[in-house]
């Protein structure tokens, strides 16, 4: 989607890993190993200074393959947090699912569930055009296209971001890809 066309969203729904922290194909799995990408806290903050509500939407099946307890995600969770509210950002809502591929929920990504839910939370249940989703994978693209949401894919996570672009422009063709959250909010934002 030509987001340059486009009137500013009214929410922005984020994945977390490879989009506002350092992903790893070995989970994060302690606070230590939660580094955010640089420039995407400020990024959210600028967000959220425009008046853009926020949330969070993420896979993490960490929790469900017993790789973490739930008081280290806890944790991890807790210190994202603080970093974004540190930088000037806040996060309206955060959705993630601690299942794992093969337990049949409805909520992780490729799904829509996450996305649907955040929607609804953020007041736009009926209006998932104002929102706009920023991932770095095709599952997030997926689970944004089925709800309905336009996307973004910034290219910081650790997947082929080639493959991944291509992928997802068979589901949405105009779909913008960006080298990170700071430079993806640019456009958002008309700062480019």
């Not at 890993?17 to 990024?43: C, K, M, R, T």
């Not at 280290?72 to 993630?96: C, P, R, W």
């Not at 409805?106 to 991932?135: H, Q, T, W, Y």
């Not at 913008?176 to 480019?192: I, W, Y």
Request: charged share 25%; net charge negative; glycine share 8%.
């Amino acid at each position: 989607m030509d987001r340059g066309k486009q009137i500013r969203p009214k929410a922005v729904l984020l994945d977390r890993d490879g989009v506002i922290n350092f992903d790893s194909p070995d989970y994060i799995l302690s606070p230590e190993q939660w580094q955010p990408i640089p420039g995407a806290l400020e990024a959210i903050a600028r967000l959220h200074s425009a008046g853009i509500k926020l949330a969070i939407v993420s896979n993490q099946s960490g929790l469900g393959r017993g790789m973490m307890d739930r008081d280290t995600f806890n944790d991890i969770h807790a210190k994202m947090m603080l970093a974004i509210e540190q930088a000037g950002g806040y996060i309206s809502h955060v959705a993630y699912c601690p299942h794992g591929p093969d337990d049949g929920c409805v909520c992780r990504k490729p799904l829509p569930g996450m996305v649907i839910d955040s929607l609804a939370a953020l007041n736009l249940p009926d209006k998932p055009e104002d929102a706009l989703f920023i991932g770095d994978s095709i599952r997030d693209v997926e689970a944004a296209f089925a709800a309905k949401v336009p996307a973004m894919l910034v290219q910081s996570g650790y997947g082929d971001a080639d493959k991944i672009l291509e992928k997802s422009r068979q589901l949405m063709p105009e779909i913008q890809a960006f080298a990170n959250l700071a430079t993806a909010v640019d456009a958002v934002l008309g700062e480019c």
